[in-house]
C-alpha cells in the first residue's frame, strides 16, 4: 500500500521560505516520476512542479518559476519543495503525488497522493 506522508509548511509572511517534505512508502520510489500540486480555497487543484526518477529532470508552472525548487532524495524516498520569496497567491493545500508518466502536469496521471498540507502566506 502506497503512502505519503507530507510534512512542513505553515503560516508565514510574504517573501520568506518554506520547505514542503513528502515521504513515500509502500513502492519502489527511484523508478517514480514526483509532483506537487496545490489547490487554493474555491479553484481547481493545480499542477506546481515535478521531477523525473533521478532527479535530473524538473517542470514547473510558470508561476512559480525562479522561486520554487523540487528535488528528491531516493536513499531516504522523500520529495522535496522548497518554496522562496512565497507571495499571497501561494496561498493553498499543497499535495505531493506518485506520477504514471515522466513528468507529467496532469492530475489524470498521477495515482497516490498526499494528506495534504496548508500553506499559508499572509502580506
Known amino acids: 500500500q502506497v503512502q505519503l506522508r507530507q510534512s512542513g509548511g505553515g503560516m508565514v509572511q510574504a517573501g520568506v521560505s518554506l520547505r514542503l517534505s513528502c515521504a513515500a512508502s509502500?513502492?519502489?520510489?527511484?523508478?517514480?516520476?514526483m509532483g506537487w500540486f496545490r489547490q487554493a480555497p474555491g479553484k481547481e487543484r493545480e499542477f506546481v512542479a515535478a521531477i523525473n526518477w533521478s532527479g535530473g529532470s524538473t517542470l514547473y508552472t510558470d508561476s512559480v518559476k525562479g522561486r520554487f525548487t523540487i528535488s528528491r532524495d531516493n536513499a531516504k524516498n522523500t520529495v522535496y519543495l522548497q518554496m522562496n520569496s512565497l507571495k499571497p497567491d501561494d496561498t493553498a493545500v499543497y499535495y505531493c503525488?506518485?506520477?504514471?508518466?515522466?513528468?507529467?502536469?496532469?492530475?489524470?496521471?498521477?495515482?497516490?497522493w498526499g494528506q495534504g498540507t496548508q500553506v499559508t502566506v499572509s502580506s
Open positions: 509502500g513502492l519502489t520510489f527511484r523508478l517514480y516520476t
Open positions: 503525488a506518485t506520477g504514471s508518466r515522466t513528468l507529467a502536469t496532469t492530475i489524470a496521471d498521477y495515482d497516490s
